[in-house]
């Protein structure tokens, strides 16, 4: 109760992906009862990009706030600590150490900064108020994807016990939350004793019956796991239907060339297992080195075959210290921007077509802020009328499309 009391007085700042923003939640607990006051700023490095928000964030975060400890950490913090110490008043926590309390004890006693009476003055970066809970599954990755550096600032994979994540669930749902989405680095390598993702999904079914509705985050589709899962969403309707896949191409030479273990065959085969009932999301890669047009008409062919209703499409970022950032053929930029807007231009074409398609029927929804609510396709309902509370589980009718977001009225 003391560190739930004491929560405001450590703000954070996640950048990047929903596994930052968890690990965020968890450091601030802990630090919440031993500091008076602190920032912390959880760090991306998925892309030049995010590394270079990632550091102005932290700049600006300290002229603002002199006399605050802040403390960085993440990906980008560990890939270029250099970039981070050499900011006033903030102190590096490598992702090795970022869980560990003792790491930021040892920070702030070896601090070049006098933060005898620390305050924050702004901090304009509210927490999100979420509707639904994240739990981390894992951590880590034991693959060797050439593009990816996230593997190398994150180390190998590391299940977390069922017991934990049994705890964590029930935690959750006594706390309010109706919706849990089962998160990590490489979620579908998930094994420990005995266990694999599917089996966690199908306990947490059976032994937290307040569950209403399970969703797992980011998902490879080379693993096994996938036919179980989809397996789950057919037998059991709190496992919501609808997977984002992390596909980053449809043609089976760049995907070589990435040293992803699926293939666009692979992907036909989950699709056509899945059934006209789920639907599917993609991450994808534009610009990969030696990525031809002909080679990236192959992607477009595959999302033209298999329909995915959205596709979260980014131009291919060359990270120090990975394989793809020494391959010849590299692409021009421009080039790959054209086509994150061309292949996200069909997606979005297919996404209307299948909400259209539902317009009319009633579907059960999770209510967020404003009178916002996600359907079990992971797509959002402006609710009219009058205001909902947050975490409701409500059916509502879809009455029509406005941009990507249905209009809904409650029964």
């Known amino acids: 109760m003391q560190a739930e009391n004491k929560k405001n007085n450590i703000k954070t700042l996640s950048l990047g992906c929903r596994l930052n923003a968890l690990e965020a939640e968890k450091i601030q607990s802990f630090l919440a009862p031993a500091l008076d006051c602190a920032i912390l700023v959880n760090t991306c490095a998925v892309t030049a990009e995010a590394e270079r928000q990632s550091g102005q964030a932290v700049r600006k975060l300290a002229r603002e706030n002199p006399t605050a400890p802040i403390f960085v950490t993440g990906c980008a913090a560990t890939r270029n600590a250099d970039l981070f110490a050499n900011i006033p008043n903030s102190m590096v926590i490598p992702n090795a150490n970022k869980m560990n309390p003792d790491a930021y004890a040892d920070a702030l006693a070896n601090a070049p ?24 599954v ?28 049994l705890t964590d669930a029930r935690q959750a749902v006594e706390n309010g939350f109706y919706e849990i989405v089962l998160t990590g680095v490489d979620t579908a390598s998930y094994a420990r004793d005995g266990m694999l993702i599917s089996d966690v999904c199908a306990g947490l079914l059976r032994d937290v019956p307040g569950i209403q509705r399970l969703r797992i985050s980011s998902f490879d589709p ?3 796991q996938v036919f179980k899962i989809i397996d789950l969403m057919h037998n ?16 089976d030479e760049i995907l070589r060339a990435m040293r992803r273990r699926h293939t666009a065959d692979t992907v036909r085969k989950i699709v056509q297992y899945a059934g006209s009932e789920i639907t599917f999301s993609w991450d994808i890669i534009c610009g990969f080195p030696g990525e031809t047009d002909e080679l990236f008409r192959k992607t477009l062919d595959l999302v033209r075959e298999t329909r995915p209703i959205k596709i979260h499409a980014f131009p291919f970022s060359a990270r120090p210290g990975t394989v793809a950032a020494g391959m010849s053929n590299q692409i021009n930029r421009a080039v790959a921007k054209q086509r994150v807007h061309e292949i996200s231009a069909i997606a979005d074409k297919f996404r209307s077509e299948f909400m259209t398609s539902h317009i009319g029927q009633f579907v059960p929804v999770l209510v967020e802020e404003h009178n916002a609510a996600r359907t079990p396709h992971d797509i959002t309902v402006k609710i009219n009328g009058a205001p909902i509370l947050p975490r409701t589980i409500d059916t509502v009718k879809l009455i029509g499309v406005c941009g990507d977001e249905y209009i809904g009225e409650c029964e």
Do not use: E, W
């Not at 880590?140 to 017991?163: E, I, K, M, P």
């Not at 496992?239 to 896949?245: A, E, K, N, R």
């Open 113 to 136: 900064c006098d933060f005898s009476a620390p305050r924050i003055l702004k901090f304009n970066h509210p927490a999100p108020k979420l509707s639904k809970q994240f739990i981390q």
């Open 222 to 224: 080379a693993s096994p």
């Open 236 to 251: 059991d309707k709190r496992m919501m239907p609808h997977m984002h896949l992390s596909m980053q191409s449809g043609s």
């Open 138 to 165: 894992q951590n880590g990755c034991n693959h060797d994807c050439t593009y990816c550096v996230t593997r190398l600032l994150r180390g190998a994979a590391v299940s977390f016990s069922y017991d934990d994540i």
